[in-house]
């Protein structure tokens, strides 16, 4: 997976640690002096400057995903940037300094986010862990999240009993809703999904034709998923 990234910021710094730790390549255009995550950054000067011209030549297109996060200071280049990167057919999401600029954004047809300390983790499970067995992250109550885990054969969670993997006690998360998709082939081939509910008990063996939601604090969701992702 490759992310072309331009801008500077709070999340922006968060998204490329996370993308660092998970060894996903990172291009970064920068102003800002003091980002030192990657190696792979290029300085500009000014952000006015980056025409369609300037990403053209660095294969904008090329890249799974392209963010985009300026201050207000520079929002009409912002909005310029993404709309050249759209138009050159990238997945684009605008990281949006505040909610007032949305509807320009909705006009636009551009993806976009409005970070705070509770949405940051979950940019970063719809930009990130989606590819992998997390499905989505969302905010559930206060500072606690619900996780979406699709089990894959591979998964180091597949074919356990929930009390073997001691999630309590280990990443302070508890399983509250499990089920299994079937899919069905009707007359004429065509096919239909039925999602039955897995009763979740201490002896439930998680297999790889289910799904699971997991809901925690901030940092058991992060413990947790770094794990699923270890090596």
């Not at 060894?23 to 025409?51: F, G, H, M, P, Q």
């Not at 392209?66 to 709309?83: A, F, H, P, Q, Y």
């Not at 009707?186 to 799904?211: A, C, H, N, Q, R």
């Amino acid at each position: 997976m490759k992310v072309f990234m331009v801008g500077e910021g709070d999340i922006l710094e968060i998204l490329m640690e996370e993308f660092s730790k998970n060894n996903i390549s990172v291009y970064l255009v920068s102003a800002e002096s003091n980002i030192e995550i990657t190696d792979n950054i290029e300085r500009v000067e000014d952000y006015s400057k980056l025409d369609r011209d300037f990403f053209e030549k660095r294969e904008v297109s090329s890249f799974d995903k392209c963010i985009v996060s300026l201050s207000e200071k520079n929002i009409l280049e912002m909005i310029n940037i993404s709309t050249i990167l759209t138009e050159l057919g990238s997945y684009v999401l605008a990281i949006l300094p505040n909610k007032k600029y949305k509807n320009i954004f909705d006009k636009l047809g551009i993806n976009y986010i409005i970070p705070s300390y509770d949405t940051a983790f979950k940019t970063v499970g719809e930009i990130l862990l989606k590819y992998g067995p997390v499905e989505s992250v969302i905010p559930f109550v206060e500072d606690y999240f619900v996780t979406k885990i699709n089990i894959s054969p591979d998964s180091k969670i597949c074919n356990k009993k929930v009390s073997d993997l001691d999630l309590r006690n280990k990443f302070n998360i508890n399983i509250i809703l499990a089920f299994r998709k079937d899919f069905v082939v009707l007359e004429k081939g065509i096919s239909k999904v039925f999602v039955d509910k897995v009763d979740i008990k201490p002896t439930t063996t998680l297999t790889s034709d289910m799904s699971i939601l997991i809901v925690g604090p901030f940092e058991g969701i992060k413990k947790f998923i770094d794990y699923l992702y270890e090596t």
